[in-house]
């Protein structure tokens, strides 16, 4: 296969991108390869079946994947000759019904007709249009039981894809794009519709040929009917011309959005309809003023915007040459009947043909013109759905950004849970993807067996990034991270994930259960509800225990029950008051307040940690583990976190100094991406420096 060209998108190259302004939307198209591609009518169609066949091994690929669904090969089987024979049956109906038109013919020139040959026509003419019936039916039981067991197989597929994403990769743009598409063309439906679209454009074209078959039959030896049937075919050949064209939807072509009246009009919106937003927007009083300002951007929007489905490539011709067409070609609708109209008049005794000839030529040549049209038209969706299916195959394929070590963490002599884990960075340094700037800058510490660690420093001083780098969420740029003497990125990541727990500072909220949020902690044990409840006492939870529901209780239901109508109760629909209370919609749904939703979050840190009798934590990381807190809270929570830690490893991250400082082997100051000082707490007020600095501060403020 030939090596694919690149197109450098340099908006400012006019020789290879053609810039277009559209509505508010700047649209630039790859010009560079458009003197090698065939602008003739008909051939553009050559051209896309030659670009889809040089993705035909995504096209292998999905066939073989299909093959594989349990159940399906023998329907596959049986799809393949029942959709022949489908595509078959309108040209042996249409071979019938010209049959009966000719001795229709024949009877009114000879005055006399064969009984047994009218009867046999007639009941194949019959049998055919009830063959047709008879196979739709068939054919749809088939593809409704294949598309069933195909969707179910990819929904699969799509979520096992997604789910091992780690994070860099979950959040490249590329795939984000990817996923986003694909909410609203489901991946499932993606892969059937190209399945559908393959056998349908094939099954025309069989159909196509067969009509061709019958018409060259009907139009043999007849001059005047074959003139008949170009006339007939006059205005399709003429829209074919028109039509016919390269697609405006083919080729390379990238949208940007700079207008700013458009961002901030889909900004309004999305903050309007988003749920987070809206304790914002009713305490700030943002209603009156949000609508306002979308309905003022809209308005003045309206002349820029082409609709609300987005960005429309611009056509290759302007719309009133496309209407000036459509009137001069609509009267050759009309060519062939006219035609024949001028031959009878002209000359009653000698037209070679009846009005039954006039029929069957037009039925026929009007159902190949149709087949033919079908043809183009399923080419063209044929070709954009293999480039979807392309896309899937790619997310299929994309390899995480993270890659697994070799080495075994649990089988090595250097881990020894009942020491603790210990934590070396040499000379780390680390720049979030496309970011110039440096998040940690040659950093150097190192973290003992069964040390407890505190990390303080400012916002965005790089206390989290420490954190991240520690869990392998993203990797060093530069430098090494040892734990337990061996480099990180040498582990096996599995194990690494075993081996540390993490509180991050923005810790997720399932929409599962609050009993299922804890039990995540450890999926081995995630039903276990002893464990749950014993997670929750240690996490402060156990307020849980006062819900109506209590675990069973969703911060956020991932799925709504709704009644006919939305609102919930009195109602009057239809003429009938509806009252739906008993039925108490969402009942075990309920917002938590923030610090109970951080102490859930503690909970499954300490479910997998603590709790989890096959635990491997020998190292714990919290980053702001008591923002949310109350005092007393905080209290509890290292006293017990001291308790119970035995000699794990823990390193958290903070602003606030006091108990958990006084309590460190080590406490690192970090500024600006820099370890600027080190020691334990008596070290550093010694030193005077820049934590002493802080504690003072802090100190003042309570006194
Ligand atoms: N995902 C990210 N992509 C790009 N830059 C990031 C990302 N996360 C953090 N940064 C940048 O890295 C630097 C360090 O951020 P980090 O989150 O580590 O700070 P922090 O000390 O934990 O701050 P805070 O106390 O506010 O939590 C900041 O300049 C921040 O803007």
Redesign the pocket.
Known sequence: MPEPATVLFDPDDYSIVKHTKLGVWDYYTDISGSRSRFNLPLLSKIQLVIEASQQSHHVTRMLQDLLSIPGCRPYFALLVPLKLAEASVPAISLWYSSQLLLMVEKAMAERTVSTEALLWTAGGRIAAVLAERLLADVVEYVQDYLQERIERYYSVRVVQTVAKFDFPTF?DTNVQRQIENRSYISFSETTWEVVVSIIQTFSTAIRVSSQFGVVFNVLRGHQEAAVLGLLTSAKFILDALNTFKPDRWVGVHAYKMSDKDYLVQEGLKCTILSETSRKDIVAGGLGDYLWQEFKRRFESLKERVPGDTGPYPPGHEPKWREKLFDYASDPFDALAQIYTCFRVINSPTSVPFSLATLQLVNSAVSSLNQGLYNLGDGINSLSAKIGQLRDFYELFDTPNKIEDGTVSLMEEKTWDLSRGTSVEFKNVSF?????E?L??KNVSFEIGQGHLCV?V????????????LITRI?DVTEGQILINGMDIRTLKLDDVRKAVAVLF?EYAMFSLTLGENIGLGDPVHANDMDMIQEAAKLGGADFINTLPHKFDTYISRPVYEHGYGYPPSDSVFFGKEVDFKKLKFNDDQRDLSGGQKQRIALSRTFMKSLVSPSSKVGLLLF??PSAALDPKAEHDLFTRLRELRGNKTMVF?T?RFGKLTRHADLILY?D??NIVEAGNHVNLMERNGEYAKFWNLQAEDFL
Do not use: P
Not at 431 to 435: A, K, L, P, V
Not at 457 to 467: A, D, F, Q, V, Y
């Open positions: 959040s720049s979030y993807s496309g970011d700037e998040a940690l990390i420093g400012e916002n965005g001083s790089g206390k989290s990034t420490i954190l991240n993203y500072q980053d702001e991250s602003h970090v600006k991406g």
